[in-house]
């Protein structure tokens, strides 16, 4: 079989089990005693394909213990695969509410979006409505997860631009900022074979920082994105990705 038929068969098999998820899977994780256990169920089953697939290594755990475990928490990562956000979710015990383009929300996973409760983003432009879910989310003591460079980024090893909103979510909701670095992931075009592509994915969380009203949005997304080019060793890089990635490119 050629790599192009290859590709074409692994497409059809995952467009296939995104239907079934969300024609019978997801109806019944609604049925399991509320929407907290749905949640509950999903995280185990993501966390032991991310730790039998990827072996995803995390440190930087005790980082975890200075933030008040009934606090919300601004999670804030580079982006090197379609599995990150699984990935991220590992070394938590509460869920990540994630901020996610909406132009990556593949229609057929609907019912996924809405039960997991994704936060819709325009990543062309500052999206109100999303920041406003957002800081709900933060004041009501959620963990909300974004990566402010908004896409995947190629090659690894660099930090590249934020996209505007970081700041303001950082500076105006009170909660605490917990960056974290993200590197051995599959460097795939194809968003499936990231996913299911075996590595050896490493986790390196970093010193929780705190900004208030005191610092401008701009400030503060400068220092994250500084302390995370010095945690890394990488270099700030200016210009922006463009936007590559799809669910069946190669």
Do not use: Y
Not at 46 to 72: T, W
Not at 165 to 192: C, F, K, N, Y
Not at 214 to 243: D, F, H, Y
Request: with cysteine.
């Amino acid at each position: 079989m050629s790599t192009g038929a290859c590709v074409l068969l692994v497409a059809a098999i995952a467009l296939a089990c995104s239907g079934l998820w969300a024609v019978v899977v997801t109806p019944r994780l609604r049925g399991i005693q509320g929407e907290c256990s749905a949640l509950v169920a999903v995280r185990a089953c993501s966390n032991r394909f991310c730790r039998a697939m990827h072996r995803v290594q995390v440190d930087g755990l005790d980082h975890l213990e200075q933030i008040a475990p009934d606090r919300g928490v601004l999670l804030v990562a580079n982006h090197t695969s379609a599995i990150d956000p699984f990935l991220l979710q590992v070394p938590l015990d509460r869920f990540i509410h994630w901020m996610m383009a909406r132009d990556m929300m593949v229609p057929v996973l609907d019912d996924l979006w809405e039960l997991v409760q994704v936060v819709p983003v325009d990543r062309d432009r500052t999206d109100s409505l999303a920041l406003r879910r957002a800081m709900r989310l933060l004041r009501t003591n959620h963990i909300v997860g974004l990566f402010p460079e908004g896409r995947i980024t190629r090659p690894t090893g660099t930090i590249r631009p934020f996209l505007n909103g970081v700041g303001l979510l950082a500076t105006r909701a009170g909660a605490p900022v917990l960056p974290v670095l993200i590197d051995g992931t599959p460097e795939r075009q194809s968003v499936m074979a990231s996913m299911i592509g075996p590595s050896r994915a490493r986790l390196r969380i970093l010193q929780p920082m705190s900004f208030d009203r005191t610092t401008t949005p701009e400030a503060a997304a400068k220092a994250i994105r500084l302390a995370m080019s010095v945690a890394s060793g990488w270099p700030l890089v200016n210009e922006p990705m463009p936007l590559e990635m799809g669910w069946a490119t190669n």
